[in-house]
């Protein structure tokens, strides 16, 4: 099976779940800029679920890519990780009207776990089904932020329940590490064209 079906169809969940997200944001009822105060912490929380929902994108792109095919089995983990990006916006929410509550936090944080599990296994997936040689096994090596990150996640989680604050910059830091694209897929592409 080809795989721009798939890549299609990602591509439009993901854009409605950031469209969904957006909806959340409430515009203040007055037109003064000290109406946006208030506002900030939810600005920022919507913010932080854009980024991470912009580097699945990003990152889901690149393995696509990389990928020669799509097998059933492809098709069920792509449908498990957009399961759990589609609970961003309720997450996100849940955050927002308790003012970071830490059930809500951690919860947040579980949802950003499950993404990455259903990531990584998406991409054991995709390279079961290409080889151990393939592009995308070679590209992915030995993966040191994808084995980082559920841990740092799961350290969030633990924290939440007394530190909700330092949960929430445990996840933004996540986030910054994986803001700068994944080069290596790039890379492994551009070597295999030459």
Request: proline share 5%.
């Amino acid at each position: 099976m080809g795989k721009s079906r798939l890549e299609a169809f990602s591509d439009g969940v993901i854009a409605i779940i950031i469209t969904i997200m957006v909806l959340e944001l409430r515009p203040p009822a007055v037109g003064s800029w000290g109406a946006l105060t208030p506002l900030a912490p939810v600005f920022l929380s919507y913010v932080l679920s854009f980024v991470y929902l912009g580097i699945y994108w990003n990152n889901h792109h690149h393995m696509m890519h990389a990928a020669s095919g799509v097998t059933g089995a492809i098709l069920w983990a792509n449908l498990h990780l957009l399961f759990w990006l589609s609970l961003f916006p309720a997450a996100t929410a849940w955050m927002d009207t308790t003012r970071f509550a830490p059930v809500p936090v951690g919860v947040y944080g579980i949802v950003l776990l499950m993404a990455a599990v259903a990531y990584w296994i998406l991409q054991q997936f995709i390279i079961r089904s290409q080889g151990r040689k393939s592009l995308l096994s070679r590209a992915v090596g030995r993966d040191w932020k994808g084995r980082l990150s559920p841990l740092l996640y799961l350290l969030a989680i633990g924290l939440s329940g007394r530190w909700p604050r330092a949960a929430l910059g445990i996840y933004a830091g996540v986030a910054c590490l994986w803001l700068v694209p994944d080069k290596r897929i790039e890379r492994a592409l551009t070597s295999a064209a030459e």
